[in-house]
């Protein structure tokens, strides 16, 4: 791993999303998105922006127990994760960037 993650941490609405995009618009060679994996329900357009990949509760705990995924955690009754291989690659080359609640 070569590059670091950077978090953004606040409530639902405070921009955090808007921020991580405009840092990929502006700087696309250094920065990428570290992307969500969740057993949550689709909410709407903003879900299709490529910061979530949304399975089923079983597919999220076989991945887990094959090692797949880190930072797994529940919230609100529903399971919330990073997939290993997709971080692994992205801090490769880029500096990671993600948003938490």
């Not at 590059?3 to 618009?25: E, Y």
């Not at 969500?36 to 079983?58: H, I, M, N, Y």
Request: hydrophobic share 40%.
């Amino acid at each position: 791993m070569k590059h670091p993650i950077v978090g953004l941490v606040g409530p639902s609405g405070s921009c955090k999303t808007t921020l991580i995009q405009d840092m990929v618009r502006f700087l696309p060679s250094r920065v990428g998105i570290v992307k969500s994996v969740t057993t949550r329900q689709r909410r709407g357009p903003e879900d299709d922006l490529g910061f979530a990949e949304f399975l089923s509760r079983e597919e999220m705990e076989r991945r887990h127990a094959a090692g797949q995924l880190i930072q797994v955690s529940e919230y609100a009754g529903e399971l919330y994760a990073h997939d290993r291989q997709h971080v692994d690659k992205l801090l490769e080359i880029k500096i990671g960037i993600c948003a938490l609640v």
